[in-house]
């Protein structure tokens, strides 16, 4: 069975900053892109940001230069470091792996995480 835990979530002041971090656990073999989506009350999910096997990044445009995303292929971990949070900002995380593979024969799955609620609030 593949887990992804996420931790690191909580309430932040404006202008402070979280690290989210988000292990996946289990039997995997490999695991192509692992990312950070979130989703505000009344909202859809969106893409926060998104890290690939060889370390290609992508970004949602609001988050720019506020966000940072890492892995640690070693330990199948990925990380959000967040800055200069808005209000705006406030919204369940979820990790996502992209293309898991549990062995060399499998096929690939999509796995999320359960949630990390993020606040941003004075």
């Known amino acids: 069975q593949v887990q992804l835990v996420e931790s690191g979530g909580g309430l932040v002041q404006p202008g402070g900053s979280l690290r989210l971090s988000c292990a996946a656990s289990?039997?995997?073999?490999?695991?192509?892109?692992m990312g950070w989506y979130r989703q505000a009350p009344g909202k859809q999910r969106e893409l926060v940001a998104i890290?690939?096997?060889?370390?290609?990044?992508n970004y949602a445009d609001s988050v720019k230069g506020r966000f940072t995303v890492s892995r640690d292929n070693a330990k199948n971990t990925v990380y959000l470091q967040m800055n200069s949070l808005k209000p705006g900002d406030t919204a369940v995380y979820y990790c996502?792996?992209?293309?898991?593979?549990?062995?060399?024969?499998?096929?690939?799955?999509?796995?999320w995480g359960q949630g990390t609620q993020v606040t941003v609030s004075s």
């Open positions: 996502n792996a992209d293309q898991l593979k549990v062995s060399y024969w499998a096929r690939p799955s999509n796995y």
């Open positions: 289990g039997s995997i073999f490999s695991i192509n892109a």
């Open positions: 890290i690939g096997s060889s370390d290609s990044t």
